[in-house]
């Protein structure tokens, strides 16, 4: 014990916390005195209390994330990472910006050694991932942020996606994992199922106003625009540089697959069918989303009315915020971050507004969400560890 790490701080009852507000009602509470417990290393918590996590798929981009948020979780030690094309390699190889945490080498998914692992991270492929999920042992808390068990319906799920579903059982008790809407189903959780990126970002502002009958389900039209990560990592021509920069490109016209997802988050929230028109855009910078909503409001309804329902919506949550009348969400005020920024205008066609969403890609939009849902499922505050300023 030496150097006080500032990245989380422990109390001598056990409480962990990286949030200095916290951090400062405790040491009130305890009348100033503070026992700490100081480490000097800078490596993941690797005490016999540490839940022991594992990311299979650690050599993608939601895992490297997964992996980024977790070395400085103060209660989630890293047991293992997965990664079958890169096993026997470093993960400092893969990604250097890791170089700096004590991480154990990557490993092929079928020498895996669960028996000391309480919870998994899967970030795999579609349609691997229900065949991986089926083998792991029962024991395992699972946050899955493949779309394998996102949609209820098979039989959508198999036209979306284009195959069969292995795992219809698995199907039946994933948990949907929009963490501010489906807080306490998750909490009961054996398996969540993490939302997509296009799906986070479109929900949260539109589920507290269908819900409260604010705007109609007819017309919707979504306009999203995501950083290259979003389409992940592996080599495609169409993702080269040169194939990317100074320019704009749509993709999934008509038929982006996170299509069903949104509209089956909506439905459950209106209690009938939605029907949305979703068009996606690959835009030239790593990450970040916006998602800018044209919607339709009901009779009577007011632009002041969809923003009061938004601020009282998100009054006490800590990763979605509203933003004050007239001020726009930019990616960059979330880049690296679990926050997602959200705004509404009125539109210059009477009875229409304008809905602004930005989230980053990578982390409310996929691994911080599945680490904030990770937190819920054992019992921890759902924000530890989450606590970043936005890169800028």
Request: net charge neutral; hydrophobic share 40%.
């Amino acid at each position: 014990m030496s150097a006080i790490s500032f990245s989380s701080v422990c109390f001598s009852r056990g409480h962990c916390w990286n949030n200095p507000k916290e951090f400062g009602k405790v040491r009130k509470q305890q009348g100033g005195k503070l026992l700490v417990k100081c480490s000097s290393k800078s490596g993941n918590p690797s005490s016999q209390n540490a839940v022991r996590v594992g990311v299979l798929g650690a050599s993608g981009y939601t895992g490297s994330e997964v992996l980024r948020l977790l070395a400085n979780h103060p209660q989630f030690g890293i047991a293992l990472m997965t990664a079958d094309r890169k096993a026997g390699q470093p993960i400092s190889s893969v990604f250097p910006h890791l170089s700096t945490r004590d991480l154990p080498d990557l490993i092929a998914i079928k020498d895996a050694n669960f028996s000391d692992v309480d919870a998994v991270f899967c970030c795999l492929p579609h349609g691997t991932t229900q065949e991986i999920i089926k083998g792991l042992p029962k024991h395992l808390k699972i946050v899955d942020l493949s779309a394998d068990f996102r949609l209820r319906d098979i039989s959508e799920y198999e036209e979306w996606y284009g195959q069969p579903h292995r795992a219809p059982d698995l199907q039946k008790e994933a948990i949907y994992g929009l963490t501010e809407v489906l807080r306490e189903e998750i909490k009961n959780a054996r398996l969540v199922a993490n939302p997509g990126c296009y799906p986070t970002s479109v929900q949260l502002p539109l589920v507290p106003l269908i819900k409260a009958s604010l705007i109609e389900i007819k017309n919707i039209i979504i306009d999203a625009k995501s950083g290259v990560s979003g389409a992940g990592r592996s080599a495609k021509e169409n993702l080269l540089f040169t194939e990317v920069t100074e320019g704009l490109n749509s993709y999934g016209v008509t038929r982006h697959r996170h299509v069903p997802e949104i509209e089956q988050g909506l439905a459950e929230a209106a209690g009938s069918k939605v029907t949305v028109s979703f068009t996606p855009h690959l835009i030239p910078m790593s990450r970040g989303m916006q998602s800018t909503i044209y919607v339709e409001m009901a009779p009577g309804v007011r632009i002041e009315d969809l923003y009061q329902q938004l601020k009282l919506s998100y009054e006490d949550e800590e990763f979605v915020s509203v933003l004050e009348n007239g001020v726009i969400p930019r990616t960059h005020s979330v880049k690296g971050t679990n926050y997602c920024l959200i705004n509404v205008f009125p539109d210059r066609i009477p009875g229409r507004a304008i809905i602004i969403s930005v989230i980053d890609n990578l982390v409310k939009g996929a691994s911080g969400q599945a680490l904030q849902n990770l937190n819920l499922i054992l019992g921890f505050p759902e924000n530890l560890g989450l606590h970043y300023l936005p890169l800028f």
